[in-house]
């Protein structure tokens, strides 16, 4: 089992920043793409960045350069550091971690609101 917990969300203004943070416990040996998903309201979740195990990223068009995804040197944590926000931007963050077994495991997400 992998336990996923985000934090780091929180309200700030168009143009700032904000480093989200997801902790995965449990069976991380497992682990191969992380990822972070959001959804806004009213709209569909949505795939904001990934990084796999080999540290390949992927990004949605709409956070290209302006959002990185890293993890940490022991692969338990990764991160996402959001910088030039946007009020479009506004959504709960959810982490995603997938297994080499098939299995996806989420964390209960933290809401990013950007004002202005």
């Known amino acids: 089992q992998v336990q996923l917990v985000e934090s780091g969300g929180g309200l700030v203004q168009a143009g700032g920043v904000l480093r989200l943070s997801c902790a995965a416990s449990?069976?991380?040996?497992?682990?191969?793409?992380m990822a972070w998903y959001r959804q806004a309201p009213g709209k569909q979740r949505e795939l904001v960045a990934s990084?796999?195990?080999?540290?390949?990223?992927n990004y949605a068009n709409s956070v290209k350069g302006r959002f990185t995804i890293t993890r940490d040197s022991a692969k338990n944590t990764v991160y996402l550091q959001m910088n030039s926000l946007k009020p479009e931007d506004t959504a709960v963050y959810s982490c995603?971690?997938?297994?080499?077994?098939?299995?996806?495991?989420w964390g209960k997400g933290t809401l990013v609101t950007v004002s202005s």
């Open positions: 990084i796999s195990r080999r540290v390949f990223t």
């Open positions: 995603k971690a997938d297994t080499f077994s098939g299995m996806d495991y």
């Open positions: 449990g069976s991380t040996f497992g682990i191969n793409t």
